[in-house]
Nanobody, 123 residues
Framework: QLQVVESGGGLVQPGGSLRLSCTASGFTLDYYAIGWFRQAPGKEREGVSCISNKDGSTYYADSVKGRFTISRDNAKNTVYLQMNSLKPEDTAVYYC????????????????WGQGTQVTVSS
């Protein structure tokens, strides 16, 4: 069964850092693009970042550029989202999603979603 599981969320003070992990089971990430999304209470889900499988090209939402970094370790079947300089408005449930994309790039639709991990930025 294809599955992705997020971990690493928690409570952090403004200006702090967290690293989220997205680990795949039942398949290898080599041919998959991985996206990170978030949804805050009362708001629509938004795309945060994506990393392609072919050349490792990345995408970031304007709201996180310069603060978040996405990376992948195919040997560990894991994608990371390093989040620095966190702000209260980053508070949300963060989801990772996977989509086969052997030709590279980031898709607009994803078929495989995790259950999410809560990130709360508060003093």
């Amino acid at each position: 069964q294809l599955q992705v599981v997020e971990s690493g969320g928690g409570l952090v003070q403004p200006g702090g850092s967290l690293r989220l992990s997205c680990t795949a089971s039942g398949f290898t990430l080599d041919y998959y693009a991985i996206g990170w999304f978030r949804q805050a209470p009362g708001k629509e889900r938004e795309g945060v970042s994506c990393i392609s499988n072919k050349d490792g090209s990345t995408y970031y939402a304007d709201s996180v550029k310069g603060r978040f970094t996405i990376s992948r370790d195919n040997a560990k079947n894991t994608v990371y989202l390093q989040m620095n300089s966190l702000k209260p408005e980053d508070t949300a449930v963060y989801y990772c999603a996977a989509e086969p994309r052997p030709w590279g790039g980031c898709p607009t639709l994803y078929n495989y979603w995790g259950q999410g991990t809560q990130v709360t930025v508060s003093s």
